[in-house]
C-alpha cells in the first residue's frame, strides 16, 4: 500500500511521463508528416510555418496558402476545445485516457485513411487540430508547465536554466527536447525499414542532408513547399512498419495515465 506522498509522486512522474510521450508522439508526427506525399511540411503552429505562410502569399501559391490557413485554424480549434473538455470527467485517469484518445485518434487516422480520402489543407487542418489539443491537454511536467507542440521554447529555456543554475529544470528541459528529436529518430528508422521493403530496395538518407544524398532526388519546391523525397519511393515503400510504430507509441501511454488531475 502505498504512502499518500508516495502516491502523489507516482502520479506526478506519470503526469510528466504522458507529457513527454506526447512530446515524443509530436516529433514522430512532425517526420511523418513533413516526408508524405502529399504534406511535406511539419504540422505544428512553429516559425516555419509561419514563414511560409508569408512566402507562399507573396508568391501566390494559393493552394499552399489555404493548408497554412487551415493548419492555423485547425492548432487554434483544437486549443480551444481542449479548453472546454479539460474537466468533463471527475476522475482524473478518465480524464486522462479520454485525452489521450482524444488527441491520437487523427493522428493515427492520417496515415491510415485520411492520407488516401481527404486533400492535403483537410488533412493539415485535422493533424494540427491534434496538436492544438495536445498543447493545453499534456504541458505538466513537474513543476513546468512546457510546450509540447515544438521544442523551440524548450530549447530556449535550457539557456535559461543553466543561467539560473536550475540543475533540475536543465535536466527537465533536456529531457523534453531530447524526446521530441527521438521521435523523428524513430521516424527515421522505421521509414529506413518501410523503404527497404519496398520494390526498389531504395534506402533513405537520414540527417540534416538526407535530401540531397537520396539517390536520383532532386529537392524541387512544388506550389509552396519542398519536396522531400522522390515520387518513386512514395510509389514503391510501404508504410506498414511506420504505421505499426506510430500505433505502439500511441497506445504505451494509455497504460501510464495518472489517476489525479494536474494542476
Given amino acids: 500500500m502505498l504512502t499518500a506522498d508516495a502516491a502523489d509522486k507516482k ?35 512553429q516559425s516555419g510555418n509561419v514563414v511560409w505562410f508569408g512566402l507562399n502569399a507573396a508568391g501566390g501559391y494559393w493552394g499552399a496558402f489555404l493548408e497554412n490557413v487551415m493548419l492555423f485554424a485547425g492548432f487554434i480549434g483544437g486549443i480551444v476545445l481542449a479548453l472546454f473538455l479539460s474537466n468533463k470527467f471527475a476522475k482524473g485517469s478518465a480524464q486522462a485516457i479520454f485525452n489521450w484518445v482524444l488527441f491520437i485518434i487523427p493522428i493515427v ?48 529555456f535550457l539557456g535559461v536554466s543553466l543561467k539560473d543554475k536550475k540543475s533540475f529544470d536543465l535536466f527537465l528541459f533536456f529531457v523534453l527536447v531530447l524526446a521530441f528529436a527521438a521521435g523523428a529518430f524513430l521516424y527515421g528508422i522505421l521509414a529506413n525499414i518501410d523503404v527497404n521493403l519496398g520494390a526498389d530496395g531504395t534506402r533513405l538518407g537520414i540527417g540534416a542532408s538526407y535530401v540531397g544524398r537520396l539517390s536520383g532526388m532532386q529537392g524541387s519546391y512544388t506550389g509552396g513547399r519542398m519536396t522531400v523525397y522522390a515520387r518513386e519511393v512514395y510509389d514503391n515503400a510501404s508504410n506498414m512498419v511506420r504505421m505499426i510504430g506510430l500505433w505502439v507509441i500511441c497506445l504505451i501511454p494509455l497504460f501510464f495515465c495518472p489517476s489525479k488531475k494536474s494542476v
Avoid at 513527454?20 to 502529399?38: C, E, K
Avoid at 511536467?141 to 521554447?153: E, I, K, P, R
Fill in 11 to 45: 502520479n506526478t512522474f506519470k503526469v510528466a511521463f504522458l507529457t513527454t510521450a506526447s512530446i515524443f508522439v509530436m516529433g514522430f508526427l512532425n517526420a511523418l508528416a513533413l516526408n508524405t506525399h502529399d504534406l511535406g511540411a511539419m504540422i505544428s503552429a
Fill in 109 to 156: 487516422a492520417y496515415p491510415l485513411v485520411l492520407q488516401y480520402v481527404v486533400p492535403p489543407f483537410i488533412s493539415f487542418f485535422i493533424l494540427a487540430f491534434a496538436c492544438g489539443m495536445a498543447l493545453r491537454f499534456f504541458r505538466n511536467m513537474y513543476h513546468l508547465q512546457v510546450n509540447n507542440a515544438m521544442a523551440t521554447g524548450s530549447v530556449m
